[in-house]
């Protein structure tokens, strides 16, 4: 496989003074990301509500912070969901660490985990977690609207956004030590509805045309983020947008550190009927996001294809 430097991921600008419902910016923003993600099945956003009083900053400083503590503290950052919790010390991926608060939007959740962390107290920490996970929230709830409205069914938004849980994992990709590997987390689809990626100035971010093997790299700065269809997203959506399949290689002598912002969704998870017609007949029957995760942890499960796992565990 070749890596490609063209064509680039679309680039839509969600920082426009002028993004305003029924305004021609709104209506061209709404086409641009049901295209993006029907094309590629990701889009970058650019996006500026981090840069405020150097919060970037603070909040790749806090990273660090936390990536330096103790072995054994990290591993208290337990959860049974796959992928939610402390990830590291694993052979098949010796570059990647990470680790993970679910509901990360609410205050109380992240001064759980920072007491975990910190016993003696962080409370700056735990202020940087909560505001950089609603600040990507409202990122979240932006690029949603304007893809149901796209797609005609905005009457769905609420409902939707309501049902709506984040998980916020912070994510280190260390220089390989050795000439084996440089591959910092292998090629896979995510299980959320949408995930959305931040890093420092560091390259690794590698996403795939979709049906193809032409593998794209996103080239980072310091407002943009890559917003990724999940499986949930494709099924939702019968099959309009696909998932995209995507991975991290670290080359390089400086350290990566990012963030991702996975959405999950709480109760039935059905196709809208508006996207069912005679061209796009029924794929997917009614599922459970966290029945979904569960049985992606089955051991059966971990034999399927990524996208193959939807169809065999909800498909028509």
């Not at 029924?22 to 099945?41: F, M, V």
């Not at 939707?160 to 030590?177: C, I, N, P, V």
């Not at 390259?203 to 193809?212: A, H, S, T, V």
């Amino acid at each position: 496989m070749v890596l490609e430097t063209a064509p680039k991921l679309p680039v839509i600008d969600l920082s426009r003074e002028d993004l305003k419902p029924g305004t021609s910016s709104w209506r061209s923003a709404c086409n641009d990301i049901r295209l993006a993600l029907e094309e590629y099945g990701s889009f970058v956003a650019v996006y500026d509500k981090l840069l405020a009083s150097d919060f970037r900053k603070k909040v790749f400083d806090a990273l660090e912070e936390l990536f330096d503590l103790p072995q054994e503290t990290k591993m208290k950052n337990v959860n049974p969901k796959p992928a939610h919790g402390y990830m590291g010390k694993i052979s098949v991926l010796p570059l990647h660490e990470g680790m993970g608060i679910e509901y990360a939007t609410n205050l109380e959740e992240c001064e759980k985990f920072t007491k975990l962390m910190w016993p003696q107290g962080n409370h700056q920490f735990s202020e940087i977690a909560h505001t950089y996970a609603n600040i990507v929230a409202e990122l979240q709830q932006l690029v949603m609207r304007l893809l149901f409205e796209s797609y005609g069914i905005e009457k769905h938004y609420e409902s939707h956004k309501g049902s709506t849980t984040y998980l916020l994992r912070f994510l280190k990709y260390r220089k390989s030590q050795t000439d084996r590997t440089n591959l910092a987390f292998k090629g896979h689809t995510d299980k959320s509805f949408v995930s959305i990626l931040h890093s420092n100035h560091v390259k690794g971010l590698e996403l795939r045309i979709k049906d193809g093997d032409q593998w794209l790299y996103f080239d980072p700065s310091p407002t943009s983020f890559v917003v990724i269809a999940g499986d949930v997203c494709m099924a939702w959506s019968n099959d309009r947008i696909q998932s995209c399949y995507h991975r991290v290689i670290v080359d390089g002598e400086e350290v990566r550190y990012a963030l991702g912002m996975f959405a999950f969704l709480n109760g039935t998870i059905q196709t809208p009927e508006e996207l069912i017609d005679d061209e796009h007949p029924l794929q997917y029957k009614p599922f459970d996001h966290q029945e979904l995760l569960r049985f992606y942890q089955s051991s059966t499960a971990q034999n399927k294809g990524d996208r193959n796992m939807m169809k065999v565990y909800c498909g028509v």
